[in-house]
């Protein structure tokens, strides 16, 4: 078998599959030039909190010696990253969190199970927001991420380093979660594809929870093609997830006939003109030449009303804190993770030595965004408050919805099988931009939140350059539980537009 020095700069999971299949290449070889490139590159883009170097290529000879037995395992050798909120057994999961410091679970999530069923080789975790709040990965305790487009942008958040690790070439697929955003912005700003499943499609036991209403697991990739091929190994019901759902689940991959005519997909122009006075020109310009090439393979584009859709970022902004506060609430120094002192004579004669730890331990171990939105969800779910605020959110994310299924059911005009839009307003923004402005930070997420709120299945494909050179995403929005139809016109788009490039190699 002949080996590889360097992973092949257009490589994609199936192609190293096909290779490890037919024994044109080992795993182990595979597995090695993989690690040997984040160990030459990552130093750049800060990609990943932990390589799990002994452990995968100790996984990758074990699947060369027993490649007859597991040849038909759908991602066969393939090496993937997994996004450190996710649990992985017996390995570091942090969350990107000074609270959860040395944590290894006793545990794997669901997800983890499948890819290494499937035949996957998990190489290491890759960075993140802290507890996934954040839009740039400038709230990791590790530090930030950065886009192998241009190192002094963001890669985006909270999967930042997921996607800035498929993007500069350290690993062919990464598995993020997606809870207003998060894997489909970074993959914008990266340049590559992310999929965010229906929610409840793909289990999220192990998975470190933020907003458990909004949280949703999958894959960014290369490729459409790949894409699928992950999706197929993760979605599916799961009994130890109380919200996984237990709905059919289609081959993905024989979904990519390569056209799209007869689909029609809904634009809702009075959104972007709504929000035109935010909107980059050339996200705008890029979006209208997209919509101009689904139209030349056959696509009937039709005008859409959703007019609700303005609230959904303010929506977002109660509901997903109110549940994190609820969530975080764990984190208290006693089962696991770090633990403060419960301080000495400074500390006040007010709350017992327990409390005291507490507050030390969240004090010391969570970050500024954290804590952020752990007290604006408190204060939404407080006393006096609640029917002001989390209650009248929860009531506006139904007419969200509804809007949704009107656009998709023909209630209310010619009913639609997926809609388009911008995945962001912006390209990738520097480094610093908008870390002492959050209000900014959040009115990015403008596009990709209603995904979220309505649990719908949301994808962004890669959709041309600025003139700087800096990536830019289309995002298509399908019906619950109709992957197969929005990865169709996925990759019919991907064909027509030419497909994803490679940025540069990592500066000397």
């Known amino acids: 078998m002949a080996g590889t020095s360097r992973p092949a700069e257009m490589e994609t ?49 074990d699947i060369d010696r027993r490649r007859d037995e597991w040849r038909d395992r759908p991602l066969l050798g393939v090496p993937i990253t997994v996004k450190d909120v ?32 499937a035949g996957a080789v998990v190489v290491g975790k890759t ?3 802290e507890f996934a709040m954040g839009s740039s990965t400038e709230h990791s305790a590790y530090g930030p991420s950065r886009n192998p487009w241009n190192p002094d942008h963001t890669p985006g958040g909270s999967s930042g380093g997921a996607a ?8 062919p697929v990464a598995i993020g979660s997606d809870t207003g955003g998060s894997i489909r912005q970074p993959a914008a700003f990266c340049g590559i594809v992310g999929l965010k499943p229906t929610y409840g499609r793909v289990s999220r036991y192990g998975l470190l ?29 799961d009994p130890r997830d109380a919200t996984s759902a237990d709905a ?54 039709i005008d859409i009303e959703l007019p609700h859709a303005e609230y959904a970022v303010p929506v977002y902004y109660l509901v997903a804190p109110a549940e994190a506060s609820s969530n975080l609430a764990r ?45 604006l969800g408190t204060y939404a779910l407080s006393a006096g408050y609640y029917d002001a605020y989390y209650r009248r959110a929860q009531r506006v994310r139904s007419l969200i919805r509804r809007d949704y299924s009107n656009a998709f059911d023909g ?22 931009e908008h870390l002492q402005d959050p209000l900014a930070m959040y009115l990015g997420d403008i596009f990709t939140v209603s995904a979220n709120l309505t649990g719908l299945p949301a994808i962004s494909v890669p959709a041309g350059f600025t003139a700087t050179g800096l990536p830019i995403g289309l995002q298509l929005v399908g019906r619950a539980f109709d992957e197969a139809t929005l990865l169709r016109l996925s990759h019919a788009y991907e064909r027509a537009a030419g497909g994803s490039r490679r940025p540069a190699r990592a500066p000397d």
């Open 13 to 61: 999971a199936t192609s190293i599959r096909d290779d490890i299949r037919t024994g044109r290449r080992s795993a182990v070889d595979v597995c090695r030039s993989y690690l040997d490139r984040i160990a030459d590159e990552d130093g750049c883009w800060h990609a990943l909190t932990a390589v799990f170097r002994d452990e995968a290529l100790a996984h990758a000879a």
């Open 127 to 129: 960075n993140c927001d």
């Open 86 to 117: 996710i649990c992985t057994r017996g390995q570091l999961t942090t969350a990107a969190s000074r609270i959860l410091a040395g944590f290894r679970p006793p545990y794997d999530a669901t997800v983890a199970v499948r890819l290494r069923e």
């Open 248 to 301: 059919p689940v289609a081959d993905y991959t024989a979904a990519l006939t390569g056209e799209a005519a007869g689909l029609r997909v809904g634009m809702p122009r009075a959104l972007l003109e709504l929000a035109d006075a935010g909107i980059d020109g050339e996200i705008l310009s890029a979006y209208r030449r997209s919509m101009e090439a689904l139209r030349d393979a056959g696509v009937a584009l």
């Open 331 to 375: 984190y208290d120094g006693v089962r696991y993770g770090s633990r403060a002192a419960a301080g000495g004579a400074e500390d006040n004669d007010r709350g017992s030595p327990l409390a005291k730890m507490y507050d030390r331990t969240r004090d010391a171990g969570f970050g500024a965004e954290v804590k952020r939105r752990i007290m």
């Open 411 to 432: 209630n209310a005009g010619p009913g639609v099988d997926v809609v388009a839009l911008p995945t962001t307003p912006t390209p990738a923004f520097r480094l610093g």
């Open 209 to 237: 929870a933020f907003a458990s209403s909004l949280d949703q697991i999958g894959p960014l990739t290369r490729t459409v093609d790949d894409a699928a091929l992950v999706l197929n190994v993760l979605a599916g019901h």
């Open 164 to 171: 800035a690790a498929v993007a500069a070439g350290l690993a």
